[in-house]
């Protein structure tokens, strides 16, 4: 990951693709960790039955493309914090442009579970075993009244 974010990061987030968000010690300075964020898209035969009725195809999303946390800060919330940062994000955004959810595609079985505990699913029929976690269901975990402070209200028709 630290290889990804040196040759890749910057330039991505300089050229308006995925966007870097970097968290960092607040003693040395130093990068603990990143996520990244994207618009995306997912098929809609991808979803279960259930969530595929009435959506367009392919299903507007918003893509967590990479979540890492420098080793030596590692076990101490950084990824807690980088996670809640980017399902804040994504939430928000989505009141603006749609997006039906979160999709993410973890490296490995740990990573899997991570993103498990955090209310993410498999999404049974993509062929990257990739995890979703609906817009609709983080708004009712409590992120949605966050995601809304200082935010105007408008009606929409």
């Not at 330039?11 to 607040?26: K, T, Y």
């Not at 950084?78 to 980017?86: G, N, T």
């Not at 990573?111 to 817009?135: H, K, Q």
Request: proline share 8%; hydrophobic share 40%.
């Amino acid at each position: 990951m630290n290889l990804w974010f040196r040759r890749h990061g910057w330039a991505n987030h300089a050229a308006g693709l995925p966007r870097a968000n970097v968290i960092c010690d607040a003693e040395t300075g130093q990068i603990a960790g990143y996520v990244t964020l994207s618009a995306g898209q997912i098929e809609r035969a991808a979803p279960p039955k259930p969530l595929q009725r009435n959506k367009p195809d392919p299903v507007p999303a918003t893509l967590l493309g990479q979540l890492a946390v420098h080793k030596d800060y590692q076990g101490k919330g950084y990824a807690r914090s980088l996670l809640l940062f980017a399902l804040r994000a994504a939430l928000t955004s989505s009141q603006d442009v749609g997006s039906m959810c979160v999709f993410t595609h973890p490296l490995d079985d740990a990573a899997r579970g991570f993103y498990a505990r955090w209310g993410f699913v498999d999404l049974p029929y993509d062929p990257r075993p990739a995890m979703i976690v609906r817009m609709v269901d983080l708004e009712q975990s409590g992120l949605g009244c966050e995601a809304r402070v200082g935010r105007p209200s408008a009606r929409r028709s």
